[in-house]
């Protein structure tokens, strides 16, 4: 069993301001690190799955960074809009096959 | 676009019951998986497959059984309900991860809510 830890729990931001969570993960047996995004009502989606440490990567506004030496992972949110609410999830796999989740970040954009 | 189909979407059953949740993908992913989401925990891996006859225990396996005899399905049966299975359940998919591409994200169904009484 993985210790996934996601940091901070909850946050409120005013539209406009950009934002950045961490997900803390054992830095032994790496294999991927997944960020998903959870919108009430809906099925997780996928944002990024990185492998390699020090990689970087972007979807629009959204970005992360990967340090498997240190084990954390930061994902940045830039010019959050209210559309942007949601659970951000992020997930751990050490082999290939198994995921441990964090609990997450839950992201309200206050317009 | 189908993608990962679950039922039933919700279900009530008494202590000792025994029931299917299915799952199925029209994505022709090798690897399927079953979590669990509890309040104030993250999603937990229950079983997974990654691929048609071949299936292993994730995190919380007891009291669940899997089998996989098509690459399309991957039900999950309860063969004596608890309260404490009381959960929302999902299932999903992917293709196995490929690191050179960084790809091998899950697709997950849209849940299954059963309560156990």
């Known amino acids: 069993i993985l210790n996934v830890e996601q940091s901070p729990q909850s946050l409120h931001v005013q539209e406009g301001d950009s934002t950045n969570f961490t997900c803390s993960f054992p830095s032994s047996n790496f294999y991927a690190l997944h960020w998903y995004r959870w919108e009430t009502a809906k099925s997780p989606e996928a944002l990024f799955v990185m492998t390699l440490n020090g990689d970087e990567k972007k979807k629009g506004r959204i970005s992360a960074t990967l340090n498997t030496k240190e084990g954390y992972s930061y994902l940045y949110i830039k010019g959050s809009q209210p559309e942007d609410s949601a659970t951000y999830l992020c997930a751990s796999d050490p082999t290939g096959n198994q995921f441990y989740f964090g609990t997450g970040t839950s992201l309200t954009v206050i317009p | ?117």
């Open chain 2, 1 to 117: 676009n189908a993608g990962v189909t679950q039922t039933p979407k919700f279900q009530v059953l008494k202590t000792g019951q025994s029931m299917t949740l299915q799952c199925a993908q029209d994505m022709n992913h090798e690897y399927m998986s079953w979590y669990r989401q509890d309040p104030g925990m993250g999603l937990r891996l229950i079983h997974y497959s990654v691929g048609a006859g071949i299936t292993d225990q994730g995190e919380v396996p007891n009291g669940y059984n899997v089998s996989r005899s098509t690459t399309e399905d991957f039900p999950l049966r309860l063969l004596s309900a608890a309260p404490s299975q009381t959960s929302v359940y999902f299932c999903a998919s992917s293709y196995q991860i490929d690191r050179g591409l960084d790809t091998g994200e899950l697709f997950f169904g849209e849940g299954s809510r059963l309560t156990v009484l």
